[in-house]
């Protein structure tokens, strides 16, 4: 079965310049979950959607972040515009309603973001 | 605040060593404890978990330690190999769900053959 899959795995641009980040969550998931990590920070969790609908976008930064769920195969987090301090390693990961009662989250193997 | 500290950063151990990683936590809503293990390039993986209600799991050569009195809980590795090299990070969830899992901020451990 395919995993969570993330695009691209690795992303370099310039500061100012707009930066998407797409996710498709394995089949069947109804969780979504976008991440970020960085050395000083760890993994931090940005925002999750149920069923498409955002629940929780707390930990989205600032205005500059957004993300959206059209539908349950397809999630972007989207930048505008970049600046340096958003390098880091963005994940994304789905779980199920049931699954979630173990604490598994399935993760994608991330995108690499550098804003020089 | 809702946090998860984690200790050490950073581990070297020999191959057949045990390696032991610790975490304490501050809410004491949290009811559930997975372990993550992430390689270079990958993301992270669930590798074992634990609920207060017991005070110790074991999975093959990975054990998780648990003292809900001082809200502290270790993973334990045991004959530690040189593929169990990688970044573990210990979790919290509240009440049983995995939304707001809120991570610890990771251990590189280096296993030296």
């Known amino acids: 079965d395919a995993g969570v899959i993330q695009s691209p795995r690795h992303e370099v641009t310039e500061m100012g310049q707009e930066v998407t980040l797409r996710c498709k969550p394995i089949?069947?998931?109804?969780?979504l979950f976008w991440y970020r990590q960085t050395m000083m920070r760890g993994l931090e969790l940005l925002i999750y959607f149920n069923n498409n609908v955002p629940i929780d976008d707390s930990g989205m930064p600032e205005d500059r972040f957004s993300a959206k769920m059209p539908n349950a195969s397809f999630s972007t987090l989207k930048i505008q515009p970049s600046e340096p301090r958003d390098s880091a390693v963005y994940f994304c990961?789905?779980?199920?309603?049931?699954?979630?009662?173990?604490?598994?989250?399935?993760f994608g193997e991330g995108s690499r973001l550098t804003v020089l | 605040q809702q946090q998860v500290k984690q200790s050490p950063q950073s581990l070297i151990v020999q191959k057949g060593g045990i390696s032991i990683i610790n975490c304490a936590y501050e809410?004491?809503?949290?009811?559930?404890f997975p372990w993550y293990q992430q390689f270079p390039g990958k993301g992270p993986a669930l590798l074992i978990a634990i609920r207060p209600d017991v005070s110790e799991k074991k999975e093959g050569r990975f054990t998780i330690s648990f003292n809900k009195s001082a809200k502290q809980f270790s993973l334990h590795i045991m004959d530690s190999q040189p593929g169990d090299s990688a970044t573990y990070f210990c979790a919290a969830s509240p009440q049983g769900g995995s939304e707001k899992l809120v991570f610890g901020k990771g251990t590189k451990l280096t296993v030296n053959p």
């Open positions: 089949s069947g998931h109804d969780y």
């Open positions: 809410n004491t809503a949290f009811d559930y």
């Open positions: 990961a789905s779980t199920t309603a049931w699954v979630r009662y173990t604490g598994e989250l399935f």
